[in-house]
């Protein structure tokens, strides 16, 4: 888990992207991504099929005026508004994730204290200030022009590795955006600690801890050993979907010409990809 931390911090999503599956199954997501078929990583993110429109938002010439025109009629000045709002949008997210959704048991206890932290960060953050709002807006429509990522055509005219590429330094802006709000990203990373809880065989759990808007976040986090190397396996279990559906979509290979690899189950991974190699499962859970 270290190197995908330490992706995260850097804001590399292309290397997160890399070290979070084998070496095979990456190439396929790429052609899948190509062929139209995925968009992983970027389907793991909230609201991730409006992300092409959100960029499209930022990237408007006009979209400086209209975002502080918006900010100016709706929240400037609403403090108070904007508390309540925080307060009831938080215990909504408690109680729909405490009872619907396709979430285990740890996810549904971790997407809790989840959305705890960020309502009450939320609650007290300066999300009414128009000093900040104009900055962050600022800042945010530079990195979103500067993706040139503005629909979907456009990301996958870029191809996944591409489009991370170019999606990184957009991270980057945002984490920072949300920093002068009072909310670190990257404090909650440095200061990550796992441990290992329990091994069988190819399967392990790891408890993850981090810091969050001065709320401390508990949870346990599944792996899986593929080819000596440890992965999530809530990543593995996703990505085996979405290829197996992209599999399904894709058009018959011509005749004579050689099947495409499989999911990436088989040997040959490259020692410096996955989140371990071997058996240091117990180094690969250290901070």
């Known amino acids: 888990m270290r190197q995908l931390v330490q992706h995260l911090h850097d804001n590399d999503l292309a290397g997160y992207a890399r070290a979070a599956v084998p070496p095979a199954q990456y190439a396929e997501l790429e052609a899948a991504w190509a062929q139209g078929h995925s968009r992983w990583p970027l389907d793991q993110l909230p609201l991730h ?4 429109a959100l960029l499209a938002t930022l990237s408007a010439a006009d979209a400086e005026t209209r975002l502080q025109r918006a900010f100016k009629a709706q929240i400037a000045g609403q403090a108070a508004g904007v508390r309540q709002a925080a307060h009831s949008l938080g215990l909504f997210g408690e109680q729909y994730i405490s009872r619907q959704g396709d979430y285990s048991d740890d996810e549904r206890a971790h997407y809790v204290q989840l ?5 009450a960060w939320a609650q007290a953050a300066p999300l009414s200030d128009p000093k900040l709002a104009r900055s962050a807006i600022t800042t945010l429509t530079t990195a979103a022009r500067a993706t ?4 979907d055509a456009a990301l996958q005219a870029a191809g996944m590795g591409g489009s991370l590429q170019r999606l990184s330094p957009f991270a980057a802006a945002s984490k ?6 009072g909310l670190s990203l990257d404090e909650s990373v440095a200061q990550m600690r796992t441990g290992l809880s329990s091994q069988d065989g190819d399967h392990a759990v790891v408890h993850v801890q981090y810091p969050l808007a001065g709320h401390d976040i508990d949870l346990q986090v599944a792996l899986q050993r593929r080819q000596g190397h440890w992965y999530l396996a809530r990543t593995l279990a996703e990505v085996d979907a979405v290829l197996a559906a992209a599999r399904a979509a894709a058009p018959p290979p011509v005749e004579g010409e050689a099947p495409r690899s499989g999911s990436g ?11 371990s190699t071997g058996d240091s499962l117990a180094a690969a859970a250290k901070p």
């Open 265 to 275: 189950s088989g040997s040959g991974n490259d020692a410096t990809t996955g989140t």
């Open 115 to 119: 959305v705890k932290a960020l309502s």
């Open 49 to 52: 099929d409006k992300l092409p």
């Open 148 to 151: 040139g990522l503005d629909s």
């Open 176 to 181: 920072l955006v949300l920093a002068s709000y």
